[in-house]
């Protein structure tokens, strides 16, 4: 299984970005899928995962990103809207055969699966 994430670079609060996870060998279905984001020095943070179920979005970017999938293209995407400078970090996606449940959502090495990472900037 391989995941590669792409669609990151600079862009001027308030601007948009969409990024891209392209999945070679991951069957989508019933699994989970998320994004992440770690910023110099802090911890991998949880942004958005999408399960059978539906979407669970973190209160930090509710309302301005969105998680969705093309089954078509074995492909998930972040949709990053109004961005804000806090929004800077390197931008993960992560995958895992299982239903993760809602608490763990968040727990990085639930993942299996992991890209290696799109930097995203947001600079005026």
């Known amino acids: 299984v391989q995941l590669q994430a792409s669609g990151g670079g600079l862009v001027q609060p308030g601007g948009s970005l969409r990024l891209p996870c392209a999945t070679s060998?991951?069957?989508?279905?019933?699994?989970?899928m998320a994004w992440f984001r770690q910023a110099p020095g802090q911890e991998r943070e949880f942004v958005a995962a999408?399960?059978?179920?539906?979407?669970t979005i973190a209160n930090s970017v509710k309302g301005r990103f969105t998680i969705s999938r093309d089954n078509a293209k074995n492909t998930f995407h972040l949709q990053m809207n109004r961005l804000k400078l806090e929004d800077t970090a390197v931008y993960y996606c992560a995958a895992d055969p299982r239903v993760i449940i809602q608490s763990q959502l968040g727990v990085p090495h639930e993942y299996e699966y992991w890209g290696q990472g799109t930097q995203v900037t947001v600079s005026s």
């Open positions: 999408m399960r059978w179920t539906g979407t």
């Open positions: 060998g991951f069957t989508f279905g019933r699994n989970t």
